[in-house]
Every structure is written in C-alpha cells, then in structure tokens.
C-alpha cells in the first residue's frame, strides 16, 4: 500500500523537482540539490533545488518588477485570480493529499483535511480580498474632508513550517495576494514538495510571472537565504511560521529596514479540566487537541490541569482512549497516529519524557517507541506532572499528555499563565461563570471551551507574548498586508 502511493506522488503532475522564479521552473544557480524523504522509512523521495541567497535575490527581484502592475489591478481581476487558485486546489485535493502524507507523514485521512483546511483560506482571501474599505473620518474643521484608503504593503516573504506544508502557505499567501502583494514562498526543508504542487497549481491558475516564488533550500543555506529575505530592502514584509527562536532572530534582521513583520511562533498551550466538567466531553477534547498531526500543532496543549475531584476518572478515560489510537505509516489503511517528521523531533519527545519521568512521572501507557521503530512513537500519558520537568517549560511537539492536577482555580490559572508562551488554551467547566472569568484570565490568542479543536479560515489565529505577532484567517489576516493611508482634503 505504501509502495504504491509513494509511486503514485512520484508518477504526480504535481510533483516537481524545480524552484518557481518569474513564471519559470528552474535550478539554483550552482545545481545544488536536496533530498526530500517520507519520514515512515527515511527513504528518499526526490531532491528539489538547494538555492542559495543569489538565487533568492532574483526571486525578490522579480517580485519586485510587477508589484505595481499586481497591486494595480481591480480587486475583483486580482481575487478572480485567486479564486481559480481555490479551485485547482479543490480539483487537485486528493493529489495534494498524498504528496502532503509522502513528505510529511500524517495519515492520508488528515492529509485531506489539511487539503480542505487549506483551500478555504484561498477561497476565504479571494473574497475578502474585495473588501479592504478605508474609512470616511468625521472632520475636525469645516473645510477639511478626512478619509483613509487601504494599500499593499509590497513585495511580502512568506517562511513556513512543516507540520501544515499547505496551510501555513496558503493563510498567509492568500491574504497576500488578495492584498495585492506579490509573494516570495520558502517552505520548510522536510516539506517543500507540498509547496511546489501549490506553486503549480498557482501557475496554472494564471497569476503573471513574479506574482507567485517558490524557492526550496537545505538547512545548510537556510540561513543565508533567511538573512536575504528579511534585509532585502526590497521585501516590505515578512510572515513566519515556525520556532520562537528563528522568529526572533527574523525580527532582528527585519528591524533594518523596518519591515513589516508576523509572526506564529510556538505554544505551550494549558488545557484545564475543572471538577464540575464533563469529563467525556474532556476527554474526547483532549485526544482531538493532543493527538491531531501526531501532536504536532502549534495549537497543541502542551500542560494539563486536572481538578483533583475529577483527575482520576479522567486519567483513567484518557488512557482508554489512547490505546485505542492505531499507529501506522500514514498510507496504511486506518492509521491515526503517523511518524514524528525526523530525527530531532524524536529526539525531543525521548528527552521530554526521560526527564520527566526522572524526576517522578508515572507512566499510563505509552513512553516506549511505535511499532515500526524509526520516527514512531507511541501515543504517551504521564501523570504526577510537576512545573520543574522539561515538558512543562518547552513545546513537547509530539504525542506525549502529561498531566498535573490542582486543587483550586487560582492555582490552575497562575500555573496556566506561566510561560512566556500565549498561543492557545483549553477550558472544559459546565460552569459560565467559572468560563468566562478564566476565558478572560488567559493570556493567550486562542481559548477552546469545551472544544478541542478551534482552527478556521473565519476565525483569527495568532498570540500573545512570545507566541507571535499579528493574526492570520478571517477578517483581520489581510490586514497583515496592508498600509492604512490617511488623505486630508482640504480648502473644501
Ligand atoms: P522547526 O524547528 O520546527 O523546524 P524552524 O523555525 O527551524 O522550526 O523552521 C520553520 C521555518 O523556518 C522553516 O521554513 C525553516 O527552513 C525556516 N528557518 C530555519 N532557520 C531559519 C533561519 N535562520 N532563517 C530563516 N528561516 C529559517
């Protein structure tokens, strides 16, 4: 079964092995490549350009020469355009669906889901992209008339992550576009094919050359193209999806040529469980939250509470649950749980859970590598969690619960908040009032009461302290890419 699909992406319309620059495929100047490989069995699928910041230099460029022609064009000419993008994806779903598993790993299932989730963001941005209204402003003197009018930013950087290769690309490349900026996209080196059959579809839907760059590159030069990214005087903003500390280092470069900057950096979500919640309701939360993408979700909790009334039938449901999960290569009929998407992110969740079960975890089940061994590992619940185990203070990114429990609210709300982190929160309590007041109380960009899963094109995305910058999706995505201009009309 695997075998075959992985043949299938290979004999894909949609999987190139080039760079998209000016309307052109095309090499890195020197013909450097690299490996892109499934993450079930490290085996190699097929190696993209390995660019380098001269390459991207002239992918800036080219952005660069038609950014008046692009943001001159009716909002209608632009988001038809857009639109057609919308459905390619639509036409393309289940092609794009098993080149995202080849490369990424999750299970075809949640390949199409993403597939979906992504494309309504270009649908979403084709429309919202026709209504970027200024403001006519009450006057401030009798023979002056005030009013603002939205403009695009410019030529926009879009650096993106691995664990949604489609979506990060397309919440942020959409509202871009529909903005009427054109884009230069660097994916993520484990993900670039994902990107490519975009870039594909996106040719084909007919944006003019230079509208829409894809440029692929290794780890080896990602810092170098980074850095030409973010200092290009040319680029006039950049939108990044990934670590706290590389989105740091961006903001830094970004800060010399005071660029336009957004960032969705990493989480440490809480996910609290009062006594008087319902506990299936919590717990089926909890598995949707947890285990989507192999915990592998900036969105993901990260730290559970448990009121201590309530802690140990949820633990005891949580665990049911879990060991139902099926783990499996992504192609295999039923999988559930895929493989994490490399060495180092195993790598992590080994140390997340040695450290915590050091220093006094128990473990329900799981904390022992999947079935198929390389970057497989088994769904994992800890409890007797406490706030000095590494788990709690970094982002596990893979499939681990650990779980502390509390006595009163105040407890779970101070412990909730401290972190540095504000991405996302969980809530489950049949109380309103009891909602509203912790609702309120976390700092975090994103709360789910009594819902695990919270991710739509209508809704902003985006954090508090050091998860970010800007918001993402609904009606504020597209403000990331627009300039506000005030015009005072005077001697009326
Ligand atoms: P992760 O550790 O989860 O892979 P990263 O922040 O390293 O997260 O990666 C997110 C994106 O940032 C990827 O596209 C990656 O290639 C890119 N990236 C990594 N390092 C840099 C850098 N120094 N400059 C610019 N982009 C970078």
């Known amino acids: 079964?695997?075998?075959?699909?992985?043949?299938?992406?290979?004999?894909?319309?949609?999987?190139?092995?080039?760079?998209?620059?000016?309307?052109?495929?095309?090499?890195?100047?020197?013909?450097?490549?690299?490996?892109?490989?499934?993450?079930?069995?490290?085996?190699?699928?097929?190696?993209?350009?390995?660019?380098?910041?001269?390459?991207?230099?002239?992918?800036?460029?080219?952005?660069?020469?038609?950014?008046?022609?692009?943001?001159?064009?009716?909002?209608?000419?632009?988001?038809?355009?857009?639109?057609?993008?919308?459905?390619?994806?639509?036409?393309?779903?289940?092609?794009l669906a098993y080149i995202l598993t080849a490369e990424q790993g999750k299970p075809l299932n949640e390949a199409r889901?993403?597939?979906?989730?992504?494309?309504?963001?270009?649908?979403?941005?084709?429309?919202?992209?026709?209504?970027?209204?200024?403001?006519?402003?009450?006057?401030?003197?009798?023979?002056?008339?005030?009013?603002?009018?939205?403009?695009?930013?410019?030529?926009?950087?879009?650096?993106?992550?691995?664990?949604?290769?489609?979506?990060?690309?397309?919440?942020?490349?959409?509202?871009?576009?529909?903005?009427?900026?054109?884009?230069?996209?660097?994916?993520?080196?484990?993900?670039?094919?994902?990107?490519?059959?975009?870039?594909?579809?996106?040719?084909?839907?007919?944006?003019?050359?230079?509208?829409?760059?894809?440029?692929?590159?290794?780890?080896?030069?990602?810092?170098?193209?980074?850095?030409?990214?973010?200092?290009?005087?040319?680029?006039?903003?950049?939108s990044f999806t990934g670590s706290t500390v590389v989105g740091k280092l961006l903001m830094n470069l970004c800060s010399g040529s005071v660029k336009r900057i957004s960032l969705e950096l990493g989480g440490n979500a809480p996910f609290i469980v009062f006594d008087n919640a319902d506990v299936e309701m919590a717990v089926s939360g909890a598995v949707a939250a947890k285990f989507r993408n192999t915990g592998q979700t900036c969105v993901s909790p990260n730290r559970f509470y448990v009121q201590e009334g309530i802690h140990d039938e949820f633990c005891r449901r949580l665990k049911e649950s879990i060991e139902c999960l099926i783990v499996n290569d992504g192609f295999a009929d039923g999988a559930q749980q895929g493989p994490l998407i490399n060495e180092s992110a195993i790598e992590k969740v080994r140390r997340h859970v040695d450290d915590a079960v050091q220093k006094g975890a128990h473990v329900l089940c799981g904390a022992v590598p999947g079935p198929l061994g390389g970057s497989f590992y088994l769904p994992t619940l800890l409890t007797n969690v406490n706030s000095t185990m590494v788990m709690t203070s970094e982002e596990t990114f893979g499939p681990i619960v650990g779980v502390a429990k509390f006595k009163t609210e105040e407890e779970a709300v101070a412990a909730a908040n401290q972190t540095r982190y504000g991405l996302s929160g969980y809530i489950y309590s049949q109380s309103p009032s009891q909602i509203w007041r912790i609702a309120e109380a976390l700092e975090c960009g994103i709360v789910g009461v009594n819902e695990g899963l919270l991710s739509t094109e209508f809704a902003p995305f985006g954090g508090y302290k050091e998860s970010g910058l800007g918001r993402e999706g609904s009606k504020y995505g597209i403000e990331e890419y627009l300039e506000i201009k005030y015009i005072c009309m005077g001697n009326v």
């Open 113 to 238: 889901v993403e597939v979906s989730y992504a494309a309504s963001f270009i649908e979403w941005f084709s429309e919202e992209g026709k209504r970027t209204f200024g403001d006519t402003i009450p006057t401030h003197a009798h023979n002056k008339r005030l009013m603002t009018i939205k403009q695009p930013v410019g030529v926009t950087a879009l650096i993106t992550p691995w664990n949604f290769p489609l979506a990060m690309i397309t919440r942020k490349a959409a509202a871009a576009l529909a903005a009427g900026c054109p884009v230069v996209v660097k994916p993520a080196e484990d993900t670039p094919l994902s990107a490519l059959a975009l870039a594909n579809l996106a040719e084909e839907a007919g944006f003019p050359s230079g509208v829409y760059n894809t440029v692929t590159c290794s780890k080896d030069r990602v810092d170098s193209v980074g850095r030409e990214l973010a200092l290009s005087d040319k680029v006039a903003a950049l």
């Open 1 to 95: 079964m695997a075998a075959r699909a992985i043949q299938r992406v290979l004999n894909s319309p949609l999987l190139r092995r080039e760079a998209y620059v000016g309307g052109l495929w095309t090499t890195s100047k020197d013909r450097q490549t690299f490996d892109v490989r499934n993450p079930s069995n490290r085996e190699t699928i097929c190696s993209v350009p390995d660019m380098t910041s001269e390459d991207v230099a002239m992918a800036i460029e080219k952005a660069y020469d038609v950014r008046k022609d692009w943001g001159g064009l009716l909002a209608k000419e632009r988001c038809g355009i857009v639109r057609r993008w919308y459905e390619k994806v639509v036409e393309k779903h289940e092609e």
